[in-house]
């Protein structure tokens, strides 16, 4: 017989939930009326380009030589595009690529193989994204929103609510300033520097706010990413949308025909603790949640991650390594696989890690019950760590930070 360890509750720290008027955690999911950013060449559909040529009394060809030198070439800087008349030039760029991004703040790795950028956009919101090098690959993680509704009491991006969401404009533009950076010779490795044929080849929509409440532009967002003829031209598979559980929206997802990587931020099989630990299981539960996973995979034919935090004596007994083992070969075989994250150690905080011993062991029940099983590298990750840290640290020497937009 399983023996139940100690349960450490999920609680917040230095920061209180907003609550609703039943006392539960609020749950934020329409944006709130904010200035709109700019449109952008990114917002449009290739035939909305079109359009706005016309409409500009230029002929259709110039929305394709500038959708090659934002998503081919990634740059909005006129004096480079020389194939553009200079006449009426600048005026075209600023109307069509108008500057969205100012870079306000940048940590690097000593290595220099992961760089975290803290962007302004253009009312002054603030987010981030981390550039990462992998053997073999190079991972972006974006943000879709500014903060996030989804309150988790472990997030710092949840602290403050949702700002606004992002325009699929300003998700892409996350990229193509991630593909000029490699182009320039930014990230790390020496013996890469220069090299121009490198790209980001996988995005992660890990960073600030939950995708799927921005459902709309997150999608138009990876239409461009992925779009060969006029847009980045990313594989499908190389973009991972992860989720906390948003259930309609993971179902309108799976009827997309677009094959990202769908990934299920899970964190606890039982609902007792997920109520706790994720507040919009309020709303979907452990089941509902997990029952569109497989619908997802279903559709598709992807396959699905569940992300599970491991953190100490929280979610990390080995009998909710059984639960969950049994809750997703209940659905099925071959469908889905765990990805369990090791944390940073945190003393004197309820969010730190598991002992060793008990992770592994956590991950052998997993195993053991024939599911795929990998602990992700995380290069070292606070609960929050690509959630909004930055953000929550820098906002107030950021809003002081007059930095020209630059891009
Ligand atoms: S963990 Fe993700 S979904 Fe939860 S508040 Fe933070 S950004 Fe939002």
Redesign the pocket.
């Known amino acids: 017989m399983t023996t139940r360890r100690l349960q450490v509750q999920p609680k917040t720290e230095g920061w209180t939930q907003k609550t609703d008027a039943e006392g539960r955690p609020l749950l934020q999911f329409a944006s709130p009326k904010r200035g709109k950013p700019p449109t952008h060449l990114a917002d449009l559909t290739p035939e909305d380009r079109l359009n706005a040529m016309k409409e500009l009394g230029l002929p259709a060809f110039r929305a394709k030589q500038l959708e090659t030198h934002y998503f081919q070439h990634f740059t909005r800087d006129p004096a480079s595009m020389t194939d553009l008349p200079s006449e009426g030039r600048e005026e075209l760029v600023h109307k069509l690529l108008p500057p969205l991004l100012t870079e306000v703040k940048r940590i690097q790795t000593d290595r220099g193989d992961t760089i975290k950028v803290l962007w302004k956009l253009h009312d002054g919101a603030l987010v981030e994204s981390v550039l990462m090098r992998y053997p073999g690959r190079i991972t972006l993680c974006v943000s879709s929103q500014a903060g996030?509704g989804?309150?988790?009491p472990f997030?710092a991006?949840?602290q403050a609510g949702l700002t606004r969401n992002m325009s699929a404009a300003e998700i892409v533009a996350q990229v193509v300033r991630a593909n000029r950076m490699i182009m320039d010779g930014e990230l790390g490795d020496p013996k890469h520097l220069g090299h121009e044929a490198e790209r980001v080849s996988n995005i992660v929509f890990m960073g600030?706010?939950?995708p799927l409440a921005n459902y709309n532009r997150v999608i138009q967002a990876i239409r461009v990413l992925t779009d060969k003829k006029h847009g980045i031209g990313m594989s499908a598979r190389g973009i991972t949308v992860s989720t906390?559980g948003l259930v309609p929206a993971i179902k309108k997802l799976s009827e997309e025909s677009i094959p990202v990587t769908f990934a299920l931020s899970l964190h606890a099989p039982d609902d007792e603790l997920r109520d706790r630990l994720i507040p919009v299981n309020s709303r979907w539960k452990v089941d509902e949640a997990l029952d569109a996973a497989k619908e997802y995979f279903d559709k598709t034919g992807r396959r699905v991650s569940i992300e599970y935090a491991l953190i100490k004596d929280m979610n990390d007994h080995a009998w909710r390594a059984e639960l969950l083992a049994e809750k997703l070969n209940s659905r099925g075989h071959g469908w889905v696989h765990v990805n369990p994250i090791p944390l940073n150690p945190t003393p004197g905080s309820v969010w730190t890690a598991s002992e060793p011993g008990v992770q592994a062991e956590f991950v052998n029940r997993l195993v053991s019950a024939g599911i795929p099983t990998t602990i992700r590298d995380t290069r070292g990750k606070d609960i929050?760590g690509a959630?909004?840290q930055l953000v929550a640290t820098e906002a107030d020497q950021a809003q002081a930070a007059k930095i020209p937009i630059d891009f």
């Open positions: 996030c989804m309150n988790c997030c991006t949840g600030m706010g939950e906390v929050d959630c909004g």
